[in-house]
């Protein structure tokens, strides 16, 4: 964890000074003040990792985050989107003001691990009791940044300007019928109090070796469309199934379709993009025909045209399908859609010379485009920003 906390500390302050002589002498200043912080940090993320929390839902995690903060000292925000908190730390010399952003929510997964700070934690989530784990790492990311501020605060006194410490709720997607994340922080106003310069966010990456940084100026990570297709038949006897119309067999139809929207009907040479059916449900017994059938996915893409035609696409499909068998069909885009992340290109060349001194040049490469999706894309709408991955992986 430690080459983690180094990382960050060493590439904030050379952010913030803009002095290579001042970072590097940071650096060294650091060396003790990690390793005392180190075990405190592993304690906290195990704790996080132990008692994970769904979106707009961690109650516990932003206590946790918002008692250190107060007990260092800084200017405490809490309650900001449902469970969001914002600490606020001015140095003793002038200087930019950044941001620094961590999510703090866990996913709804089974943890299957051995480890002896496994999650046995469970919720209900749509009416139905599932596992809660942090399978994403936010508990990482959040444990860090709560080391991070502590650092940092320790010399209060020698730093130049200001940081801005966001943890944020329900970057996995506000629950059905609720806002959250990014845009209701934003909505809220946690960018104006303090209006930072820029805003910088980090994920870790478990396809990367610990200590590696993936970069990339523009276009970094996808947009993310949430949809979902109803298809109404007509309910029916499993016998007769002449009788009615069956919505399982006109999804399983819509199913196959989509996968010639982005094969088929799209330039994949200009930008890539994904679309993916991810739940399917429909009917309550083996030997009845539901009268309807639902379906939920995401679409990915990096480009405003593109994402267009193929909703534009995948609506005419899904309704003449529907049409040829005497069904209906309704497709629509949820709430909860994620812009595409973009790093400001020349906020991306100033930070690379402090990433190398802090990491080592060999260990900063540059990424190819990430289907993935995340909500620092709000950030990055309204302020120059920068989102990295760091590698996790023992080498």
């Given at each position: 964890m430690s080459p983690l906390i180094r990382l960050n500390t060493v590439f904030v302050a050379a952010l913030l000074s803009g002095a290579t002589a001042f970072a590097q002498d940071l650096g060294t200043r650091l060396d003790s003040a990690i390793t005392t912080l180190e075990p405190r940090v592993i304690e906290w993320r195990r704790d996080l990792h132990q008692n994970p929390e769904l979106s707009n839902r961690e109650f516990r995690t932003s206590k946790i985050v918002a008692e250190h903060l107060k007990r260092l000292g800084l200017d405490v925000q809490t309650g900001i989107?449902?469970?969001?908190?914002?600490?606020?730390?001015?140095?003793?010399?002038?200087g930019p003001t950044i941001a620094l952003r961590a999510d703090m929510d866990g996913l709804p997964v089974v943890e299957q691990t051995?480890?002896?700070?496994?999650?046995?934690?469970?919720?209900?989530?749509?009416?139905?009791?599932?596992?809660?784990?942090?399978?994403?790492?936010?508990?990482?990311?959040?444990?860090?940044?709560?080391?991070?501020?502590?650092?940092?605060?320790?010399?209060?006194?020698?730093?130049?300007?200001?940081?801005?410490f966001l943890f944020q709720p329900a970057e996995e997607g506000a629950p059905e019928g609720e806002k959250g994340g990014a845009s209701l922080m934003i909505e809220e106003g946690a960018l104006q109090r303090h209006r930072?310069?820029?805003?910088?966010?980090?994920?870790?990456?478990?396809?990367?070796?610990?200590?590696?940084?993936?970069?990339?100026?523009?276009?970094?990570?996808?947009?993310?469309?949430?949809?979902?297709?109803?298809?109404k038949g007509k309910?029916?006897?499993g016998a007769r199934p002449w009788s009615g119309i069956?919505?399982?067999?006109?999804?399983?139809?819509?199913?196959?379709?989509?996968?010639?929207?982005?094969?088929?009907q799209t330039d994949i040479t200009l930008n890539p993009a994904v679309v993916t059916v991810g739940a399917i449900k429909g009917g309550i017994r083996f030997n009845i025909v539901p009268d309807q059938?639902?379906?939920?996915?995401?679409?990915?893409?990096?480009?405003?045209?593109?994402?267009?035609?193929?909703?534009?696409?995948?609506?005419?499909?899904?309704?003449?399908?529907?049409?040829?068998?005497?069904?209906?069909?309704?497709?629509?885009?949820?709430s909860g859609s994620n812009p595409v992340v973009r790093n400001d290109p020349s906020l991306t060349e100033r930070v690379l010379p402090s990433l190398k001194r802090a990491a080592g040049a060999s260990n900063v490469r540059a990424v190819p485009l990430v289907t993935g999706a995340e909500d620092f894309a709000f950030f990055a709408e309204q302020v120059p920003s920068f989102f990295f991955f760091v590698g996790v992986t023992p080498r």
């Open positions: 989107a449902k469970t969001g908190v914002i600490g606020v730390l001015k140095g003793g010399k002038p051995d480890v002896p700070f496994r999650s046995r934690a469970t919720t209900t989530y749509r009416n139905e009791t599932v596992g809660v784990m942090h399978a994403c790492g936010h508990d990482v990311h959040t444990s860090v940044l709560m080391g991070l501020a502590e650092a940092f605060v320790g010399m209060k006194a020698d730093l130049p300007g200001t940081v801005i930072p310069e820029a805003v910088f966010g980090l994920h870790v990456f478990a396809n990367m070796p610990t200590g590696m940084i993936g970069y990339r100026g523009g276009p970094l990570m996808a947009g993310s469309d949430t949809y979902r297709i109803l298809v309910q029916t006897h069956d919505p399982v067999v006109i999804s399983s139809q819509i199913v196959s379709a989509l996968q010639t929207v982005v094969s088929r059938v639902e379906m939920l996915g995401t679409i990915r893409t990096f480009d405003s045209q593109q994402r267009a035609a193929i909703i534009k696409n995948i609506d005419r499909m899904v309704t003449h399908i529907a049409e040829a068998s005497g069904a209906t069909a309704t497709f629509e885009i949820q």
